[in-house]
């Protein structure tokens, strides 16, 4: 897929984002928002080995949306591959579907684990790298936190564990929006410098803007080539309710559901 129609896929993402939520009338539109390139790239962009029809293949890629509350981006890229009819998007978070407010790889094809409890996902990836590479698998494994899952003490213990290990079949991508539920990540409790962390932690540290398709496309694609012996993060700088021009930069619409106005305003900027 060309880059243009990578840009398209990404916003296609996050017009599902915003029916699925505004639908359920609750969810988590921002950081879901801000990581649709990501997503995109990941997905639709060559970097994850994946196969819709074969979602168990033991040669795929694993992806982990260890900040499992992001789930309407992860729904919407596996509608938008054929996991799934796109007309259960709809159904996000109401009884009974398979699409409940965090992923239950039990329900859902394409979902590797069940995430939503902060700061597990990356010890998970980790644990799924460490076993791909025991079993001499060419296979990468993906994690995708958020900067505020950053102050979670595991993350650390995982990023240790890592590169003990030398688990250079791990990426780490943080969706660096610079907000979480509270406010901003810096007032909160502040993670920063990511890169100076993860790089003390012995991790190779690559830095893009999260928003700029062809930056995070190259980005993704260069750590996922890179077998250093030593795991990667890709710092991706992005903003929470990215292509939402009332929700871009606002902390209050981490775990809001748009009105039936703002919805309908919010699908008119993505040219829905």
Known sequence: MDLEALKQKANDIRIDIVKMV?????????????????????????????DPENPQD???????????HAAPVLYAALAEAGYFPADELLTLRKLGSRLQGHP???????????????GQGLSIAAGMACGLKRQESASTVFALL????????????AAMFAAH???????AIVDHNHLQIDGSIEDVCSPESLTAKFEAFGWTVLACEGNEMEAVLSALSEAKALRSGAPKV?????????GVSFMEGQAGWHGKAPSAEQASQALEELGA
């Open 165 to 171: 290990r030398g688990l250079d079949n791990l990426v």
């Open 58 to 68: 033991p040669a795929r890629d694993r992806f982990v949306l260890s900040k499992g």
């Open 146 to 157: 958020g900067d505020g899952e950053c102050q979670e003490g595991q993350v650390w213990e």
């Open 22 to 50: 505004a639908e359920a009338g609750s969810g988590h539109p921002g950081g879901s928002l801000s990581s649709a390139d990501i997503l995109a790239a990941l997905y639709f962009g060559g970097v994850l080995e994946h």
């Open 104 to 118: 239950d790889c039990r329900k859902l094809p394409g979902v590797e684990v069940s995430t939503g409890s902060l």
């Open 234 to 242: 890709v710092v991706a700088d992005t903003t929470k309710g990215k």
